[in-house]
């Protein structure tokens, strides 16, 4: 970090420069005494430092330090604080100025803070940054009060004064929130919808088309029943074929329909064998599995004469039986 002199109508400074940015730092502008309007400054003679950062306004800490974290600590606390800071591109000549007054919601912050270093805003945008540790705040612009919008006009006349090249200056501030008596957002929209015409025009065009919606009557669209396809486990419609036709003694009838069932499933690749008789389907079922003759001999008798009500779920476990040894034994 080199030291480097500057010579301007306020008088001799002593700045530091790094090759990519000049930084000049607590050039004082004006003085003031506690809640007096602050007066201009003569130009000194004797070179100024101004190597290290000028002081702040006295203040408490930051309600939001615990969000932004410390702001001003390690930097001076003084009333005397009408210094300002220039952070610009070594080469500078002739760029825009952009002032800059720090935010803290009228009773902390400091554009002394570190944080609050301009290096990136001048290195990129080629730009001249002035910044202001005084009480500054973003309403001196829109409201004289505590003289800080003379403060405001003493830092632009003392950049007026730096020289006779046309220069473009922009103050900025750091943020604004809501200003005045309606300092919020719905008070905010409030006012644009009730007195600006076109919050009203919007205010009307949704009580239209509110009417609009209202005059259609809309109706509540009926839910379609989603189509529920259950594919059901074989024997568990044995089981409820079986109750219905118990309800009326067919038992003969739901013999022959429950055997027909358990023939079309254990006979699907016996396409020689589906016509012959239920005889010979349970002969061939006993042969292939003697362990079925028991149920075999049920399911002949329920086929040939009707069975007490108390045998009919004898009858479909007999019947379950048998289709689960057919499709479970191989053929012969």
Not at 13 to 28: K, M, N, P, S, Y
Not at 226 to 253: C, F, G, K, N, S
């Amino acid at each position: 970090m080199q030291r480097r002199r500057l010579d301007p109508p306020a008088g001799p400074l002593l700045a530091e420069d790094d090759g990519t940015l000049l930084h000049v730092r607590g050039i004082r502008y004006a003085r003031a005494v506690r809640f007096a309007a602050p007066q201009p400054i003569a130009p000194w003679l004797d070179v100024l430092d101004t190597t290290r950062r000028g002081p702040v306004c006295p203040q408490l800490p930051s309600r939001l330090e615990w969000v932004t974290g410390p702001v001003v600590d390690g930097l001076a606390m003084s009333e005397d604080c009408q210094v300002l800071s220039v952070t610009a591109p070594s080469d500078a000549d002739g760029l825009p100025v952009m002032v800059w007054l720090h935010g803290g919601a009228y009773v902390s912050g400091g554009g002394e803070a570190p944080k609050y270093d301009a290096d990136e805003l001048a290195r990129r945008g080629r730009v001249v940054v002035v910044s202001d540790p005084d009480l500054f705040r973003n309403d001196v612009i829109r409201r004289c009060s505590w003289a800080t919008d003379v403060r405001a006009v003493r830092m632009l006349e003392w950049l007026r004064d730096g020289g006779d090249a046309p220069r473009t200056v922009l103050v900025f501030d750091e943020y604004h929130q809501g200003f005045g008596h309606r300092a919020s957002l719905f008070g905010t929209i409030g006012d644009f919808l009730g007195q600006h015409p076109l919050g009203r025009t919007l205010v009307q065009l949704a009580l239209a088309a509110l009417v609009l919606l209202l005059a259609v009557g809309p109706r509540p669209i009926p839910p379609v029943d989603v189509l529920r396809v259950e594919r059901r486990d074989p024997l568990e419609q044995i089981d409820a074929l079986a109750h219905a036709y118990e309800q009326v003694h067919a038992t003969r009838t739901l013999t022959a329909r429950l055997l027909r069932g358990v023939r079309s499933r254990v006979e699907r690749a016996w396409s020689d064998t589906r016509a012959r008789p239920n005889e010979e389907f349970l002969a061939d079922a006993e042969a292939r599995a003697p362990t079925l003759r028991p149920d075999v001999e049920l399911v002949r008798r329920a086929l040939a004469e009707t069975l007490p009500d108390r045998t009919v779920p004898e009858l479909g476990a007999a019947l379950r039986r048998i289709e689960q040894t057919l499709t479970t034994t191989p053929t012969a």
